[in-house]
Protein backbone atom coordinates (compact mmCIF):
# COMPACT_ATOMS: atom_id res chain seq x y z
CA UNK A 1 0.00 0.00 0.00
CA UNK A 2 1.23 3.20 -1.04
CA UNK A 3 0.42 6.64 0.39
CA UNK A 4 -1.44 8.97 -1.98
CA UNK A 5 -1.32 12.84 -1.10
CA UNK A 6 -4.03 14.66 -2.10
CA UNK A 7 -3.10 18.30 -2.36
CA UNK A 8 -5.85 20.48 -4.40
CA UNK A 9 -8.31 19.72 -1.75
CA UNK A 10 -8.12 23.05 0.53
CA UNK A 11 -11.51 24.31 -0.90
CA UNK A 12 -13.47 24.28 2.03
CA UNK A 13 -14.23 27.76 3.23
CA UNK A 14 -15.33 28.40 -0.69
CA UNK A 15 -17.79 25.56 -0.42
CA UNK A 16 -18.95 26.26 3.21
CA UNK A 17 -20.17 29.79 1.49
CA UNK A 18 -21.42 28.55 -1.41
CA UNK A 19 -23.78 26.15 0.78
CA UNK A 20 -25.11 29.48 2.87
CA UNK A 21 -25.70 31.42 0.05
CA UNK A 22 -27.63 28.11 -1.49
CA UNK A 23 -29.68 28.30 1.10
CA UNK A 24 -29.96 31.80 1.51
CA UNK A 25 -31.08 31.63 -2.18
CA UNK A 26 -33.44 28.83 -1.57
CA UNK A 27 -35.20 30.46 1.39
CA UNK A 28 -35.72 33.76 -0.61
CA UNK A 29 -36.86 31.65 -3.93
CA UNK A 30 -39.45 29.40 -1.83
CA UNK A 31 -41.22 32.83 -0.25
CA UNK A 32 -41.33 34.29 -4.14
CA UNK A 33 -42.99 30.93 -5.20
CA UNK A 34 -45.42 30.70 -2.27
CA UNK A 35 -46.34 34.49 -2.75
CA UNK A 36 -46.60 34.21 -6.83
CA UNK A 37 -47.59 30.46 -6.95
CA UNK A 38 -44.98 29.70 -8.96
CA UNK A 39 -44.97 26.00 -8.59
CA UNK A 40 -41.51 24.33 -9.97
CA UNK A 41 -39.67 26.83 -8.57
CA UNK A 42 -41.18 26.24 -5.00
CA UNK A 43 -40.27 22.36 -5.45
CA UNK A 44 -36.67 23.21 -6.57
CA UNK A 45 -36.15 25.63 -3.58
CA UNK A 46 -37.62 22.52 -0.98
CA UNK A 47 -35.44 19.96 -2.51
CA UNK A 48 -32.07 22.33 -2.03
CA UNK A 49 -33.18 23.17 1.18
CA UNK A 50 -33.48 18.77 1.84
CA UNK A 51 -30.49 17.43 0.15
CA UNK A 52 -27.99 20.69 0.65
CA UNK A 53 -26.53 19.52 3.53
CA UNK A 54 -25.04 16.75 1.88
CA UNK A 55 -22.14 18.96 0.79
CA UNK A 56 -21.62 19.35 4.52
CA UNK A 57 -19.91 15.68 5.47
CA UNK A 58 -17.11 17.12 3.04
CA UNK A 59 -15.66 19.52 4.77
CA UNK A 60 -12.58 18.80 7.20
CA UNK A 61 -10.92 20.72 9.16
CA UNK A 62 -7.10 19.47 9.96
CA UNK A 63 -4.45 21.87 12.43
CA UNK A 64 -0.96 20.67 12.05
CA UNK A 65 0.51 17.53 12.12
CA UNK A 66 -2.98 16.47 11.64
CA UNK A 67 -3.92 13.41 8.46
CA UNK A 68 -6.94 12.17 7.89
CA UNK A 69 -7.10 8.53 5.58
CA UNK A 70 -9.73 8.51 2.95
CA UNK A 71 -11.75 5.91 1.33
CA UNK A 72 -14.11 5.88 -0.77
CA UNK A 73 -17.03 2.79 -0.74
CA UNK A 74 -14.27 0.42 0.49
CA UNK A 75 -11.69 1.88 -1.86
CA UNK A 76 -8.40 3.79 -0.60
CA UNK A 77 -8.77 7.27 -2.65
CA UNK A 78 -5.84 9.55 -0.60
CA UNK A 79 -4.88 11.38 2.90
CA UNK A 80 -4.78 14.99 3.01
CA UNK A 81 -1.96 16.40 5.24
CA UNK A 82 -1.13 19.68 7.10
CA UNK A 83 -3.14 22.53 8.65
CA UNK A 84 -6.34 23.34 6.49
CA UNK A 85 -10.10 23.97 5.80
CA UNK A 86 -10.69 21.40 2.78
CA UNK A 87 -13.73 19.76 1.01
CA UNK A 88 -13.85 16.37 -0.37
CA UNK A 89 -16.11 13.75 -1.87
CA UNK A 90 -18.71 13.85 1.01
CA UNK A 91 -18.58 9.98 0.43
CA UNK A 92 -15.49 9.33 1.75
CA UNK A 93 -15.02 8.36 4.93
CA UNK A 94 -12.28 8.38 7.06
CA UNK A 95 -10.00 5.23 8.40
CA UNK A 96 -8.55 4.90 11.54
CA UNK A 97 -8.26 1.75 13.68
CA UNK A 98 -6.35 3.13 16.21
CA UNK A 99 -7.94 6.48 16.91
CA UNK A 100 -10.06 4.57 20.36
CA UNK A 101 -6.69 2.62 21.38
CA UNK A 102 -5.27 4.35 24.77
CA UNK A 103 -1.67 3.11 25.67
CA UNK A 104 0.14 5.07 28.69
CA UNK A 105 1.03 7.17 25.98
CA UNK A 106 1.06 10.85 24.02
CA UNK A 107 -1.97 10.48 21.40
CA UNK A 108 -4.14 12.13 19.50
CA UNK A 109 -6.85 15.31 21.08
CA UNK A 110 -10.16 15.19 19.94
CA UNK A 111 -11.56 17.87 18.40
CA UNK A 112 -15.21 20.30 18.72
CA UNK A 113 -14.75 21.82 15.80
CA UNK A 114 -17.80 21.05 14.01
CA UNK A 115 -20.08 22.60 16.85
CA UNK A 116 -20.27 25.93 15.25
CA UNK A 117 -20.86 24.83 11.96
CA UNK A 118 -23.86 22.94 13.67
CA UNK A 119 -25.29 25.79 15.21
CA UNK A 120 -24.94 28.36 12.19
CA UNK A 121 -27.22 25.92 9.76
CA UNK A 122 -28.98 24.65 12.44
CA UNK A 123 -31.24 21.13 12.33
CA UNK A 124 -30.24 20.61 8.74
CA UNK A 125 -26.82 19.50 9.58
CA UNK A 126 -27.55 16.90 12.30
CA UNK A 127 -26.13 14.10 10.02
CA UNK A 128 -23.27 16.06 9.02
CA UNK A 129 -22.73 17.06 12.86
CA UNK A 130 -22.38 13.15 13.26
CA UNK A 131 -20.36 12.85 10.30
CA UNK A 132 -17.90 15.20 11.24
CA UNK A 133 -17.61 14.40 14.86
CA UNK A 134 -16.67 10.72 13.87
CA UNK A 135 -14.11 12.45 11.27
CA UNK A 136 -12.51 14.39 14.20
CA UNK A 137 -11.65 11.16 15.79
CA UNK A 138 -9.97 9.56 12.82
CA UNK A 139 -7.33 11.82 12.27
CA UNK A 140 -4.08 10.23 11.89
CA UNK A 141 -1.23 12.42 14.37
CA UNK A 142 1.64 13.21 12.30
CA UNK A 143 3.07 14.15 15.65
CA UNK A 144 6.41 12.72 17.60
CA UNK A 145 4.88 10.57 20.48
CA UNK A 146 6.37 8.90 22.88
CA UNK A 147 5.06 5.20 24.74
CA UNK A 148 6.11 4.09 28.01
CA UNK A 149 5.30 0.86 27.79
CA UNK A 150 4.70 -1.31 31.59
CA UNK A 151 7.88 -2.86 33.26
CA UNK A 152 9.08 -6.08 31.79
CA UNK A 153 10.72 -9.09 34.02
CA UNK A 154 13.11 -10.21 32.15
CA UNK A 155 15.76 -12.98 32.57
CA UNK A 156 19.52 -11.59 31.22
CA UNK A 157 22.14 -13.71 29.96
CA UNK A 158 23.03 -15.17 33.04
CA UNK A 159 19.73 -16.35 34.32
CA UNK A 160 19.14 -13.37 36.68
CA UNK A 161 15.46 -12.00 36.16
CA UNK A 162 15.87 -8.02 35.52
CA UNK A 163 12.91 -5.83 35.93
CA UNK A 164 13.81 -2.91 32.98
CA UNK A 165 11.62 -0.19 31.30
CA UNK A 166 11.50 1.83 28.11
CA UNK A 167 10.38 4.68 27.12
CA UNK A 168 9.97 4.45 22.39
CA UNK A 169 9.98 7.92 20.59
CA UNK A 170 7.68 7.07 17.40
CA UNK A 171 5.67 8.56 14.46
CA UNK A 172 3.85 7.87 11.76
CA UNK A 173 5.29 8.18 8.10
CA UNK A 174 2.87 6.86 5.86
CA UNK A 175 -0.54 7.02 6.82
CA UNK A 176 -1.68 4.57 4.21
CA UNK A 177 0.66 1.36 5.74
CA UNK A 178 -0.54 2.90 9.23
CA UNK A 179 -3.81 2.46 8.69
CA UNK A 180 -4.31 -0.58 6.13
CA UNK A 181 -1.14 -2.84 6.25
CA UNK A 182 -1.81 -3.53 9.88
CA UNK A 183 -5.22 -3.99 12.40
CA UNK A 184 -4.34 -1.35 14.95
CA UNK A 185 -0.93 0.66 14.04
CA UNK A 186 -0.72 1.55 18.37
CA UNK A 187 -1.17 -2.08 19.70
CA UNK A 188 1.26 -3.14 16.94
CA UNK A 189 3.99 -0.91 17.99
CA UNK A 190 3.54 -1.45 21.76
CA UNK A 191 3.81 -5.63 21.01
CA UNK A 192 6.70 -4.72 19.29
CA UNK A 193 8.83 -3.39 21.59
CA UNK A 194 8.24 -5.57 24.16
CA UNK A 195 9.60 -8.17 21.83
CA UNK A 196 12.46 -6.57 21.12
CA UNK A 197 13.05 -5.27 24.69
CA UNK A 198 13.04 -9.30 25.45
CA UNK A 199 15.45 -10.20 22.19
CA UNK A 200 18.12 -7.42 23.05
CA UNK A 201 18.00 -8.25 27.10
CA UNK A 202 18.50 -11.53 26.59
CA UNK A 203 21.56 -10.78 24.92
CA UNK A 204 22.89 -8.92 27.95
CA UNK A 205 24.20 -9.61 31.56
CA UNK A 206 23.14 -7.08 34.16
CA UNK A 207 26.83 -6.55 35.24
CA UNK A 208 30.09 -7.08 33.83
CA UNK A 209 30.57 -10.68 33.60
CA UNK A 210 33.47 -12.55 31.94
CA UNK A 211 33.19 -14.68 29.46
CA UNK A 212 30.45 -13.04 27.97
CA UNK A 213 29.92 -12.20 23.81
CA UNK A 214 27.66 -9.07 23.84
CA UNK A 215 28.30 -8.39 20.15
CA UNK A 216 27.74 -11.85 18.77
CA UNK A 217 31.63 -11.53 17.03
CA UNK A 218 32.72 -14.51 18.93
CA UNK A 219 34.83 -12.77 21.78
CA UNK A 220 33.80 -12.02 25.07
CA UNK A 221 33.44 -8.52 26.15
CA UNK A 222 32.57 -6.07 28.87
CA UNK A 223 28.85 -5.22 27.35
CA UNK A 224 26.10 -5.36 30.48
CA UNK A 225 22.87 -3.67 31.00
CA UNK A 226 24.17 -1.37 33.56
CA UNK A 227 26.79 0.14 31.96
CA UNK A 228 25.93 -0.12 28.19
CA UNK A 229 22.97 1.13 28.40
CA UNK A 230 23.19 3.53 25.40
CA UNK A 231 24.41 1.00 23.32
CA UNK A 232 21.68 -1.01 24.56
CA UNK A 233 18.89 1.50 23.68
CA UNK A 234 20.72 2.01 20.46
CA UNK A 235 19.96 -1.72 19.81
CA UNK A 236 16.54 -1.53 20.83
CA UNK A 237 15.48 1.15 18.74
CA UNK A 238 16.88 -0.95 15.76
CA UNK A 239 15.20 -3.67 16.54
CA UNK A 240 12.18 -2.11 16.86
CA UNK A 241 12.67 -0.23 13.74
CA UNK A 242 12.80 -3.09 11.80
CA UNK A 243 9.67 -4.73 12.86
CA UNK A 244 7.79 -1.68 12.12
CA UNK A 245 9.01 -0.16 8.79
CA UNK A 246 5.97 -2.52 7.38
CA UNK A 247 3.73 -0.44 9.17
CA UNK A 248 4.71 3.13 8.17
CA UNK A 249 6.21 3.72 11.63
CA UNK A 250 9.68 5.94 12.62
CA UNK A 251 11.21 5.04 15.69
CA UNK A 252 13.28 8.25 16.52
CA UNK A 253 14.86 6.85 20.06
CA UNK A 254 14.33 4.44 22.63
CA UNK A 255 15.97 4.93 26.25
CA UNK A 256 16.03 2.78 29.72
CA UNK A 257 13.98 4.19 32.11
CA UNK A 258 14.30 1.78 34.82
CA UNK A 259 16.82 -0.78 35.47
CA UNK A 260 17.05 -3.01 38.45
CA UNK A 261 17.01 -6.82 39.32
CA UNK A 262 13.63 -8.73 40.17
CA UNK A 263 12.18 -8.58 44.01
CA UNK A 264 13.04 -12.35 44.95
CA UNK A 265 16.76 -11.76 44.15
CA UNK A 266 17.37 -8.31 44.86
CA UNK A 267 18.72 -8.41 48.07
CA UNK A 268 20.68 -11.08 47.49
CA UNK A 269 22.26 -9.58 44.22
CA UNK A 270 23.22 -7.04 46.64
CA UNK A 271 25.05 -8.46 49.16
CA UNK A 272 26.96 -10.20 46.39
CA UNK A 273 27.65 -7.11 44.80
CA UNK A 274 28.64 -5.37 48.38
CA UNK A 275 30.61 -8.76 49.45
CA UNK A 276 32.41 -8.11 45.75
CA UNK A 277 32.93 -4.29 46.64
CA UNK A 278 34.62 -5.51 49.96
CA UNK A 279 36.91 -7.97 48.43
CA UNK A 280 38.24 -5.36 46.09
CA UNK A 281 38.57 -2.93 48.81
CA UNK A 282 40.88 -5.87 50.63
CA UNK A 283 42.60 -6.43 47.78
CA UNK A 284 44.10 -2.87 47.09
CA UNK A 285 44.41 -2.67 51.06
CA UNK A 286 46.76 -5.76 51.01
CA UNK A 287 48.40 -4.65 47.82
CA UNK A 288 49.17 -1.43 49.64
CA UNK A 289 50.63 -2.24 52.61
CA UNK A 290 52.88 -5.31 51.30
CA UNK A 291 54.38 -2.56 48.50
CA UNK A 292 54.84 -0.10 52.12
CA UNK A 293 56.00 -3.16 54.20
CA UNK A 294 58.59 -3.68 51.37
CA UNK A 295 59.67 -0.14 51.35
CA UNK A 296 60.23 0.22 54.92
CA UNK A 297 62.66 -3.03 54.99
CA UNK A 298 64.58 -1.39 51.85
CA UNK A 299 64.79 1.39 53.21
CA UNK A 300 66.48 0.12 56.64
CA UNK A 301 68.65 -1.86 54.63
CA UNK A 302 70.07 0.32 52.63
CA UNK A 303 70.40 2.92 55.33
CA UNK A 304 72.20 0.47 57.46
CA UNK A 305 70.54 1.94 60.60
CA UNK A 306 69.42 -1.43 61.55
CA UNK A 307 70.48 -4.88 61.37
CA UNK A 308 67.83 -7.30 61.40
CA UNK A 309 67.78 -11.51 61.04
CA UNK A 310 64.91 -13.05 59.37
CA UNK A 311 62.93 -13.71 62.63
CA UNK A 312 63.03 -10.12 63.51
CA UNK A 313 62.06 -9.16 59.54
CA UNK A 314 58.92 -11.63 60.31
CA UNK A 315 57.87 -10.04 63.38
CA UNK A 316 57.99 -6.38 61.79
CA UNK A 317 56.96 -7.95 58.66
CA UNK A 318 53.44 -9.18 61.19
CA UNK A 319 53.24 -5.99 62.93
CA UNK A 320 52.98 -3.60 59.91
CA UNK A 321 50.42 -5.73 58.06
CA UNK A 322 48.26 -5.81 61.28
CA UNK A 323 48.81 -2.20 61.82
CA UNK A 324 48.28 -1.52 57.86
CA UNK A 325 45.64 -3.63 57.04
CA UNK A 326 43.40 -3.66 60.10
CA UNK A 327 40.16 -2.38 60.45
CA UNK A 328 40.35 -0.52 63.77
CA UNK A 329 43.02 2.07 64.78
CA UNK A 330 45.98 0.30 66.37
CA UNK A 331 46.86 0.07 70.61
CA UNK A 332 50.76 0.28 70.63
CA UNK A 333 52.43 -1.77 72.79
CA UNK A 334 56.03 -0.42 74.30
CA UNK A 335 58.43 -3.39 74.62
CA UNK A 336 61.52 -2.51 76.68
CA UNK A 337 63.33 -5.78 76.52
CA UNK A 338 64.41 -7.80 73.70
CA UNK A 339 63.09 -10.39 71.78
CA UNK A 340 65.44 -12.95 73.62
Given at each position: MTEKILTTKKQGMA???????LYVAAVAVLILSVNFGMFF??????????LGWLVLPGLKVLRPQEALVLTLFGK??????GEGFYWVNPFCTAVNPAAKTKLNQSSDVDSGSSKGLNALLGGNAAAAAAASAETSGK?????????NNARQKINDCLGNPVEIGIAVTWRVVDTAKAVFEVDNYKEFLSLQCDSALRNIVRLYPYDVAPGIDTTGDGMADEGSLRGSSEVVAARIRDEIQS?????GLEILEAR??????????AAVMLQ???ASAIIDARKMIVEGAVGTVEM???????GGMVELDEERKAAMVSNLLVVLCGTHDAQPIVNTGTLY
Open positions: MLLLTILPMVLSIVVLCYVGTIRRVSLKIMTLKVTEAITYLAYASEIRQQALNRLNE
